[in-house]
């Protein structure tokens, strides 16, 4: 069902791809920063989740990983 919802093209498969290798990161972060990208479409009022959406979502998700290792 996320899936279906948070659909991302091909270039914004590869962006997470490349975040998920460099971070390394979890299925379950793939999954989390999905739907934070979707949250971002929605207040952007784009129907579509956008590169731009996922890079913000991956930003999030490494300074919340950089806050708990402090």
């Known amino acids: 069902m996320l899936r279906d919802v948070c659909r991302i093209t091909e270039a914004g ?3 997470l791809k490349t975040a998920m290798e460099k971070l390394g990161l979890s299925a379950r ?3 989390r920063i999905l739907k934070v990208s979707r949250t971002i479409a929605d207040l ?3 129907a579509d ?3 731009e959406h996922l890079a ?3 930003n999030y998700r490494s300074l919340d990983r ?3 290792g402090r």
Do not use: G, K, P, V
């Open 29 to 31: 972060a793939y999954d």
């Open 56 to 58: 913000e979502a991956i």
């Open 13 to 15: 498969n590869s962006l």
């Open 44 to 46: 952007d009022h784009a």
């Open 66 to 68: 950089d806050s708990r």
């Open 49 to 51: 989740i956008q590169t």
